[in-house]
């Protein structure tokens, strides 16, 4: 497609071409390092005589593709352009028509004072089983990683987790799986410079060869890596303008030499958090009528310091082998809250009968530390590689809470006092092993491996009432052991227009959960096969059909099992079920992709036994209680559209669109002995937009926006539309030595939304107010040989998604 500002280029051109008798045709197709069309490339014919004088200029396809009609027969200098690529120039003899075939154009580099300049890329690229999400040298490659993971296209951040197509998402660095929830997430990745980081995968139906635990998505950072010798170093610091502050300090150091490779980096991060929940429960009589209402506001004010440490050792054996040793160590000394609140108490006429006030003091103190030990070696002249991976992952915490209520009657008398405190902790071991194998069975390529993974747990809580005496009734401990052994066999097959992938994982699973109070009460043997298959088909060139479908399996949270107990007030508790089962689901997925920048995808999820978090009220003791729960099952149907395409070549446009039918069906555990089922019919909306200022590409920026009508969280629904717009600047100086970026979140104060559980006799709901409306200022400066990028990887650590989730209604 020509644009209109070239009319009077082409209409220059026409004239000159104009005086040719024997015509003729040019083509030829446009092509990166990686075979990739480049689209809008500006694409001229000049003068041989003096390379100089313009005779015809069009600008390349879609494809990559472009054509020269009634061009005379004669030389030629052919000139191919485009942002971020060097100038392509080749004397052409014309005589007749002419196909020049593919030109590929090489990325530009300015290279002054051992400084490389990359050129941006575009940013979806759509493979057999993942989306990939190139951010290297983008705007928001000025953001910490985390941040970054939140501005992915189809990411939805809903209750502050991530979700992709509406399922909760797994995060691994370079294929090793270190998702947290989302507090500790966002502490350990918050201080990974997103200067590293080369794309985001997202892989809807993962294969064999991952972990078959999760439901969802996999979000996959792939930092970027250079084999430059030399030594480079980088320190950069955020400044966060929010209701409260909140900074950050880090550096990063790097040495490579032909045999070893270094890498070394300390982050820490300085945040005060401020949240405001609002809450509401109306509790009911026997007969179904109202009792009462109950209308809470409390604040919670958190100071969170936290500090990590990586480090890396790659040393290369042979020219087949190689060695990699790894920590990772987060200590988190400091995150405490101070909470207070009150909670009016209405009869069903509406007239306040009493209200109390809440103070507390919840304080949480944690390590965590991953240490790794990775070898490969090449085997044999056909393409066989065997790795092998040990791990071990130590995390500790502890939790105490001290909770003071004071009740009052209507007309503000005092009526009594009562205090309790709790002293919470978890200790857990990780130890996990694995071996990989990936060769060929005659002309197909095989990727086998099996693996070991054990746990053990301890947890506890002590509860102590307002005289300090233990309550035993109260206090509990778990341990917990858990041994998973697994192995996976993958395949896949490319002929003619077809390709396919198929892939089977089989796990054994045995647990054993022994609770002081009860006893035995999680005692599980099992074991499980996990199919995936893909089919794809070519329609045309530009073109392509796929089908996907895949079984995983659920796995309750270890944070979720243990008894631990954290109080709004007395009669608001948020806690852990030692007696959570695993789920499994299955989905289905048909997928259309149009000349790589339009995508279609219909598909149909179900999730048995998922392991959610439910809020159940009782009413008899007017006690609400946010319990660790599993559904009945949890399934959607959807149909999502996206659009990822440069529309010039300094604006990129993405659109994302998702229609979606949700269901879920819970047990009501306090309201019948029977299950009620909540749904919703829903949209998402997402348009991302990034713009290149400048010939030289140093200046960027971002717009996106974000609308979510309805979803389902458990048995909640949102009360009012979710909106977000988010803004981003970047620029460079000193040839990309020193970048500053300044980034801003949720502009009108829209993405915090009031969620409402109605059914039977349970009517509560929630508005957690937390500060998603930010400005981030960041500047990072580059020293050394910065054109050396990061091997920073995360450690194997697959059992951590586990180990530390955090309640998301917290």
């Not at 480090?311 to 040793?325: A, C, N, R």
């Amino acid at each position: 497609m020509i644009k209109l500002y070239y009319l009077p280029l082409l209409a220059f051109s026409l004239f000159i071409s104009n005086r040719s008798f024997s015509q003729s045709d040019v083509e030829g197709q446009i092509l990166d390092q990686n075979n990739d069309a480049v689209s809008f490339a500006n694409v001229i014919l000049l003068n041989a005589k003096d390379s100089v004088s313009v005779v015809k200029g069009v600008i390349s396809e879609d494809n990559g593709k472009f054509l020269f009609e009634g061009i005379e027969d004669n030389a030629y200098v052919l000139k191919v352009s485009f942002l971020g690529f060097e100038e392509y120039l080749k004397r052409i003899e014309v005589e007749g028509n002419t196909s020049l075939g593919n030109i590929k154009l090489q990325e530009a580099s300015n290279n002054l004072d051992e400084v490389t300049v990359r050129a941006r890329k575009p940013k979806i690229e759509r493979k057999i089983d993942r989306i990939s999400f190139n951010v290297e040298n983008s705007v928001i490659s000025s953001l910490n990683t985390f941040e970054i993971l939140k501005r992915t296209p189809g990411v939805i951040v809903s209750q502050g987790e991530l979700l992709v197509k509406n399922r909760p998402a797994t995060v691994y660095i370079n294929d090793r799986k270190v998702y947290l929830s989302t507090a500790e997430l966002e502490q350990l990745l918050a201080g990974l410079s997103g200067e590293n980081v080369k794309s985001v995968e997202v892989i809807t139906t993962p294969p064999a060869k991952y972990e078959a635990e999760g439901s969802g998505a996999i979000l996959n950072i792939v930092m970027s890596k250079n084999p430059s010798i030399g030594y480079k170093g980088s320190v950069n610091a955020s400044n966060t303008i929010a209701v409260l502050p909140k900074y950050s300090l880090g550096t990063s150091q790097y040495y490579k030499t032909n045999n070893v490779n270094a890498f070394a980096s300390y982050n820490f991060n300085a945040r005060n958090i401020y949240k405001n929940d609002e809450s509401n429960v109306t509790y009911f009589e026997q007969d179904g009528s109202e009792n009462s209402t109950w209308l809470g506001d409390f604040e919670r004010d958190t100071k969170n310091y936290a500090h990590s440490l990586n480090t890396i050792l790659d040393f290369t054996l042979s020219e087949k082998s190689s060695l990699s040793l790894s920590a990772n160590l987060n200590f988190t000394p400091k995150n405490d809250s101070d909470l207070n609140g009150r909670t009016d108490i209405y009869d069903p006429s509406e007239a306040l009968d009493s209200f109390f006030t809440t103070d507390s003091r919840l304080e949480n103190e944690g390590k965590n530390m991953l240490f790794n030990a990775d070898y490969s070696t090449s085997l044999g002249e056909n393409g066989t590689t065997l790795s092998a991976q040990a791990n071990y992952i130590r995390f500790d915490e502890n939790q105490d809470q001290d909770l003071n209520t004071t009740y009052f009657s209507g007309g503000g008398n005092e009526i009594t006092n009562n205090a309790i405190l709790t002293q919470g902790f978890q200790n857990s071991d990780i130890y996990t092993g694995q071996v990989d194998i990936t060769s060929n069975m005659g002309s197909l390529p095989v990727e086998t491996g099996i693996k070991y993974s054990g746990i053990t747990s301890n947890s506890g809580l002590d509860f102590y009432d307002s005289l300090l005496d233990q309550a035993d009734d109260l206090s509990d401990a778990l341990d917990y052991d858990e041994n998973i052994y697994a192995a996976y066999f993958s395949t896949s097959k490319d002929w003619e227009k077809w390709s396919l992938k198929a892939g089977l994982r089989g796990e054994y699973t045995d647990i054993t959960g022994i609770s002081t109070q009860n006893g035995l009460v999680n005692d599980q043997d099992y074991f499980q096969l996990f199919p995936t298959f893909y089919a794809m088909r070519s329609v045309g060139e530009e073109n392509s059909i796929s089908f996907e479908y895949s079984r995983r399996i659920e796995r309750p949270r270890f944070q979720s099992l243990n008894p631990f107990q954290y109080y709004i007030n007395e009669n608001n508790v948020k806690e852990g079920n030692p007696s959570l089962v695993p789920g499994i689901a299955n989905k289905v997925s048909f997928n259309y992709s149009h000349k790589g920048f339009l995508f279609f995808d219909l598909y149909w999820d179900r999730v048995d036994n998922s392991p959610s978090v439910l809020a159940f009220q009782d009413n008899q003791d007017q006690i609400l209680r946010t319990l660790n729960d599993n559904l009945d099952y949890t399934q959607q149907f959807s149909l999502d559209i996206t659009y990822a395409n440069f529309v010039t070549n300094w604006y990129y446009l993405y659109a994302y669109a998702s229609g979606f039918y949700m269901e879920n069906q819970i047990y009501a555990r306090e309201s019948a002995p029977e299950t009620y089922k909540i749904d919703t019919f829903s949209t998402f909306l997402n348009v991302g937009n990034y713009f290149y200022f400048g010939s030289d590409g140093t200046f960027s920026g971002n717009v996106n926006t974000y609308f979510l009508p309805n979803i389902l969280a458990g048995s909640y629904k949102y009360q009012d539309p979710q909106f977000g717009l988010d803004l981003g600047l970047r620029k460079t100086f000193m040839n990309n030595k020193i970048s500053v970026s300044l980034n801003a979140e949720d502009l009108f104060r829209t993405m915090n939304i009031p969620l409402q559980s109605q059914y039977l006799n349970q009517d509560n709901g929630f508005y957690a107010i937390s500060e998603t409306r930010r400005i981030t200022f960041g500047i990072r400066y580059n020293f050394g040989n910065f054109r050396l990028n990061d091997n920073s990887r995360a450690i194997n650590a697959d059992e951590e998604t586990r180990l530390q989730e955090r309640n998301v209604l917290d």
